[in-house]
């Protein structure tokens, strides 16, 4: 009903809107052009979003949405089902290897940590879940890692899905190719089997 309307919310979700679409940052002007809005109006506003990490500015001045949108996501029951499925097999993954499991996912030009599982020693690939870095092909999802390696392997999904990613990274001369790539390996082929179904 329209006396429940709240004004400045619906104006800064009408901004988090403007953030659906293809492009990963926008300038001040852009977003004015997309919403609407004065540009002292959407100061306020960012302002305000920034401040729960809704969104991010750069140091270049241009705004992005921040972590708040993707941990909020995470709780839609989709994306429950998959941590509750593959956080397990990245715990085996990390103990029987001794190097740092993760599950990455494709974001627009960048790739992001989604999952992670990490081994008992301080050598080791220190990832976080919600780490993002940048890449220059689709289907490559290493960050740069200096004295570090890491190895992956595709998971299928839909054809409209993000692309989905099963790694193992740590020491270059610790962690070698072969080993890594049977372990996810197997780990993929336990994802593929049939799950038992709940008794009710």
Partial sequence: MAQDRVE????????LDAFDADKEAFSLA???QA?????????????????????????????RLGATPVRLARRHPPSR?????????????????????A???????EVECRLVALPATSLRHDLRPG?????????????ALPGGTMTWVALPNAPEATALWLSLSGPAG???????RRALARAR???AAPQPEETP
């Fill in 174 to 180: 610790r962690l070698t190719g072969e080993r890594a």
């Fill in 30 to 32: 852009e977003l004015a």
């Fill in 103 to 109: 599950l990455l996912e494709a974001q627009g030009g």
């Fill in 189 to 191: 082929e336990a994802l």
């Fill in 81 to 101: 089902a998959l941590a509750a499925r593959i956080q397990p097999l990245l715990d085996r993954l990390a103990s029987e290897t001794g190097e740092t499991a």
């Fill in 8 to 15: 400045a919310v619906e104006r800064a979700l009408t901004v």
């Fill in 35 to 63: 919403t609407g809005f004065y540009k002292s109006t959407l100061l306020r506003l960012l302002g305000s979003l920034e401040r729960f990490d809704y969104v991010q500015r750069s140091p270049d001045g241009r705004w």
């Fill in 131 to 143: 780490s993002r870095w940048r890449i220059e092909s689709d289907d490559d999802p290493r960050p």
